[in-house]
């Protein structure tokens, strides 16, 4: 049919055809790496080394944003046209380039130059507005950047001490996992109790006690066990793991290394998305010297998994199916991952933020973790702190700070917060200006990220705690926290959101698949002043069918940051 | 036995049995749109949702288990208004015409076909390329059967899976091949599960043309004597 050779391919996938179907994402993946996209004879000589069905190989090609099959230009351009870059010019950028070019968003040039996408947030909503480009598989940021600054405030820098360096820390500047040993000198149900004393909970969404996890993985009686790293940050608005991940890789490896402890775990995988590429080296990196090291490689060994577009990989059992090489399809649960989870053996999967405070726990010890943040919400916290401030960025605070105080500091306040004195200082007035901003100039926050809710300068107070923050309404979620001044236009926003859920639905169940559709149809007219009469009801019922009877996650908060705003009335109907 | 409490009717259900067993064996009605009892249930449709005392959301009757002390609510204003919800968005995106059982449930429910103005539909031609069966998928509810069928429930053929992803997923072969030129062995499993119309008889669907018995058998001879010829040559 084509002249494509296939030789190098058949290099290729003798690293993979022992893995059988779970393999077939890298296998896909280097074979889009040869020829920059994924021609029929390249996916069928895939599908026949890995004993893969030629239509489920299609089936997932088709399923992941990131795998192309049809060709695609030897550079493409990624723009970001969430919430966040959104409010950053994202659009016109887009449609600059796109203009520069002769091309319509996600279309190439007829010389196979170039093809610009619209992208759903690449996770660097602190450099807003953000581009990714790959030129020939190699990255960047922007426009030149090979890796994306970070930039880490806060009141503590018990997890970020590592962070903000410009580059990873190396094995020898992260010490040689003195909390691994602390953890390795105890049994498995001491090193549980430890993690169940702190009061860990998960920072990746769903803030389920972490330990509880554990112990149910550790209990169930089935070999080998898992653990994964979920590190598929994709929630709009959301950028720490990406800071943790890449400035400071071995936090979590031995945070991960302390969990296989505990469980009695041999084999650990990272799912790390497919737009955080540029870490994937670094994570390289990090795992050769730990295994040098004589941390990995003896016991318990990981191995990381490259996502390929699809934010419905970030929820769990997603994230399960995609490794094992099929479609990121949600599954009816129970049963639980504790028991049945990757390769149906029992599992834990975390968050890369909670398995960085693993480590920290067994620094401090249970007792002295829990001096850190409040007695219900206990250890620090990393807010991603995005939109309308000074200094967009990664804070890093004990549960307990006020959303005022997160904020005064996102806005440059004159106190040195850095130093971490401030809490002791509370009497010290801030900048007025930045009172006056605070008080005049915000008109909402959105917390927790696409599938969090709004809030308004009437909580400013509240305290940013998983027990304060549900009593008034809002998720803590992956900690998102992005910012409206009173010149935006929700409407917008929430088209933004509606179109991101739209384009991140699975499909599988009815209510996910037709309602993000529909709720996007309604928010594109209410943002282009098209509102039809009815539309407020269709809304309503869309949103609460799609919360109240979805399979997952996904669509069960897929409307939730636009209730929130309607109930707001955030936005004038 | 678990004994649970659904709409006020107290039952025994079989051990093992899901909500929606237990209930229909009660003679309550539970409206399922996927669900078949030859095929995995997946849970897809939401159809089947019903309120269960202590849980925060609903709950496919398809898959969760009766269980004692249970009170499940089939009919309630939460239930009624996910499942007109979404036989109203389901009508809006596809042809329901060849689906009478669907037709009867948005009569039911008091669902309007046109409830959602200026939807975007899933409209995609006929595929007719085989003697066996057409694919019009402009009727496909995704139920999953077929794809479940040719796959583990049955068959283990796997000449179909899905393209694309949420509102867009379709059902597909390798890169869009014609059905002869896949693992398909024309077995019709597909087809007899088909609840939508989706999937049908070649015959079946030529009659709906208006194409004449006389004329179909026609084209059998046809067809016939070209594949001898095929053979032949082969």
């Known amino acids: 049919m084509s002249d494509i050779d296939l030789a190098p391919l058949q290099a290729e996938l003798s690293r993979f055809d022992l893995q059988g179907r779970s393999g077939l994402l890298p296998a896909l993946q280097a074979a889009q790496r040869l020829y920059g996209w994924l021609p029929q004879e390249a996916a069928a000589e895939v599908a026949k080394a890995l004993g893969v069905p030629l239509a489920d190989v299609h089936g997932v090609i088709e399923f992941y944003s990131l795998f192309y099959s049809e060709p695609v230009g030897k550079r493409i351009v990624r723009v970001c046209t969430d919430a966040a870059c959104g409010l950053k010019g994202g659009e016109q950028i887009l449609s600059g380039l796109c203009a520069r070019h002769g091309i319509q968003p996600n279309q190439t040039t007829p010389d196979l130059?170039?093809?610009?996408?619209?992208?759903?947030?690449?996770?660097?909503?602190?450099?807003?507005?953000?581009?990714?480009?790959?030129?020939?598989?190699?990255?960047?940021?922007?426009?030149?950047?090979?890796?994306?600054?970070?930039?880490?405030?806060?009141?503590?820098?018990?997890?970020?001490?590592?962070?903000?360096?410009?580059?990873?820390?190396?094995?020898?500047?992260?010490?040689?996992?003195?909390?691994?040993?602390?953890?390795?000198?105890?049994?498995?149900?001491?090193?549980?109790?430890?993690?169940?004393?702190?009061?860990?909970?998960?920072?990746?969404?769903?803030?389920?006690?972490?330990?509880?996890?554990?112990?149910?993985?550790?209990?169930?009686?089935?070999?080998?066990?898992?653990?994964?790293?979920?590190?598929?940050?994709?929630?709009?608005?959301?950028?720490?793991?990406?800071?943790?991940?890449?400035?400071?890789?071995?936090?979590?490896?031995?945070?991960?290394?302390?969990?296989?402890?505990?469980?009695?775990?041999?084999?650990?995988?990272?799912?790390?998305?497919?737009?955080?590429?540029?870490?994937?080296?670094?994570?390289?990196?990090?795992?050769?010297?730990?295994?040098?090291?004589?941390?990995?490689?003896?016991?318990?060994?990981?191995?990381?998994?490259?996502?390929?577009?699809?934010?419905?990989?970030?929820?769990?059992?997603?994230?399960?199916?995609?490794?094992?090489?099929?479609?990121?399809?949600?599954?009816?649960?129970?049963?639980?991952?504790?028991?049945?989870?990757?390769?149906?053996?029992?599992?834990?999967?975390?968050?890369?933020?909670?398995?960085?405070?693993?480590?920290?726990?067994?620094?401090?010890?249970?007792?002295?973790?829990?001096?850190?943040?409040?007695?219900?919400?206990?250890?620090?916290?990393?807010?991603?702190?995005?939109?309308?401030?000074?200094?967009?960025?990664?804070?890093?605070?004990?549960?307990?700070?006020?959303?005022?105080?997160?904020?005064?500091?996102?806005?440059?306040?004159?106190?040195?917060?850095?130093?971490?004195?401030?809490?002791?200082?509370?009497?010290?007035?801030?900048?007025?200006?930045?009172?006056?901003?605070?008080?005049?100039?915000?008109?909402?926050?959105?917390?927790?990220?696409?599938?969090?809710?709004?809030?308004?300068?009437?909580?400013?107070?509240?305290?940013?705690?998983?027990?304060?923050?549900?009593?008034?309404?809002?998720?803590?979620?992956?900690?998102?926290?992005?910012?409206?001044?009173?010149?935006?236009?929700?409407?917008?926003?929430?088209?933004?959101?509606?179109?991101?859920?739209?384009?991140?639905?699975?499909?599988?169940?009815?209510?996910?698949?037709?309602?993000?559709?529909?709720?996007?149809?309604?928010?594109?007219?209410?943002?282009?002043?098209?509102?039809?009469?009815?539309?407020?009801?269709?809304?309503?019922?869309?949103?609460?069918?799609?919360?109240?009877?979805?399979?997952?996650?996904?669509?069960?908060?897929?409307?939730?940051?636009?209730?929130?705003?309607?109930?707001?009335?955030l936005v004038k109907l | 036995m678990p004994q649970l409490i659904i709409d006020d009717k107290e039952i025994s259900a079989d051990d093992g049995a899901t909500i929606l067993e237990a209930a229909r064996q009660a003679d309550i009605d539970i409206p399922t749109i996927c669900w078949h009892p030859a095929t995995s249930s997946n849970g897809l449709c939401r159809m089947c949702v019903v309120e269960v005392e202590g849980m925060r959301l609903l709950q496919p009757g398809c898959l969760v288990k009766a269980a004692d002390g249970m009170r499940v609510q089939t009919k309630s204003e939460r239930v009624i208004r996910a499942r007109k919800t979404i036989l109203e968005m389901l009508a809006s995106s596809v042809d329901l015409s060849d689906f009478p059982e669907i037709l009867a449930l948005m009569d039911e429910y008091g669902a309007s076909s046109a409830r959602f103005p200026l939807a975007e539909r899933r409209e995609v031609e006929v595929k007719d390329d085989n003697p066996m069966f057409i694919r019009d998928y402009a009727k496909c509810v995704l139920c999953w059967r077929c794809v479940q069928v040719c796959a583990e429930d049955a068959q283990f053929t796997f000449a179909i899976n899905f393209s694309g992803r949420g509102f867009e997923t379709q059902i597909g072969t390798f890169f869009d091949r014609a059905l002869p030129a896949t693992s398909c062995v024309f077995c019709g499993q597909c087809v007899g599960v088909c609840p939508s119309g989706a999937l049908k008889p070649k015959r079946e669907f030529l009659l709906e043309q208006g194409v004449t018995p006389e004329q179909i058998a026609a084209m059998k001879t046809g067809l016939k004597s070209k594949v001898k010829s095929q053979r032949s040559s082969i």
């Open chain 1, 113 to 569: 130059s170039t093809t610009i996408e619209s992208s759903p947030c690449l996770g660097l909503c602190d450099l807003a507005p953000a581009t990714l480009t790959v030129d020939d598989g190699r990255w960047t940021i922007g426009d030149n950047e090979l890796r994306p600054r970070s930039m880490v405030y806060g009141l503590s820098s018990l997890l970020t001490s590592n962070c903000g360096k410009g580059r990873a820390a190396t094995l020898a500047e992260y010490g040689a996992y003195p909390a691994l040993r602390r953890a390795l000198e105890l049994t498995p149900e001491a090193v549980i109790a430890e993690v169940k004393a702190a009061g860990l909970v998960g920072r990746g969404g769903a803030a389920f006690p972490t330990a509880v996890k554990w112990e149910g993985a550790a209990k169930a009686e089935s070999f080998p066990k898992y653990i994964v790293c979920n590190a598929d940050e994709s929630e709009p608005g959301t950028f720490k793991d990406r800071v943790l991940l890449l400035d400071d890789p071995h936090r979590v490896i031995e945070g991960m290394c302390i969990a296989a402890h505990a469980i009695g775990a041999t084999r650990g995988y990272i799912y790390l998305r497919g737009e955080y590429p540029y870490i994937l080296p670094v994570l390289e990196n990090a795992l050769s010297e730990a295994r040098a090291a004589g941390y990995l490689g003896k016991k318990f060994d990981i191995e990381i998994r490259l996502g390929a577009g699809a934010y419905i990989c970030g929820e769990e059992t997603a994230l399960f199916e995609s490794i094992e090489g099929k479609r990121g399809y949600p599954r009816i649960k129970p049963p639980f991952p504790t028991t049945n989870g990757l390769f149906d053996q029992p599992t834990v999967i975390n968050n890369v933020e909670t398995l960085c405070n693993v480590p920290l726990i067994f620094e401090k010890g249970a007792a002295g973790y829990r001096q850190i943040g409040t007695e219900k919400s206990p250890g620090p916290k990393l807010f991603c702190v995005s939109g309308d401030v000074a200094k967009p960025g990664v804070y890093e605070v004990p549960f307990g700070t006020t959303l005022r105080e997160l904020l005064t500091m996102a806005n440059g306040s004159p106190v040195d917060w850095l130093s971490g004195s401030a809490v002791n200082q509370s009497t010290e007035q801030p900048d007025s200006r930045i009172t006056e901003k605070l008080e005049n100039g915000l008109q909402a926050i959105l917390f927790g990220g696409a599938a969090g809710a709004f809030a308004t300068p009437a909580h400013l107070d509240v305290k940013l705690t998983f027990e304060d923050l549900r009593a008034a309404g809002l998720p803590l979620g992956s900690g998102v926290v992005m910012v409206f001044d009173q010149s935006r236009d929700l409407r917008q926003t929430l088209a933004r959101l509606g179109k991101f859920f739209a384009h991140e639905s699975c499909g599988k169940c009815y209510p996910c698949q037709l309602g993000t559709q529909r709720q996007m149809e309604i928010l594109q007219r209410l943002a282009n002043g098209e509102w039809q009469m009815g539309d407020s009801e269709r809304l309503q019922d869309v949103g609460w069918t799609m919360t109240d009877a979805s399979l997952c996650g996904l669509g069960q908060t897929a409307a939730s940051a636009v209730l929130s705003a309607l109930k707001l009335g």
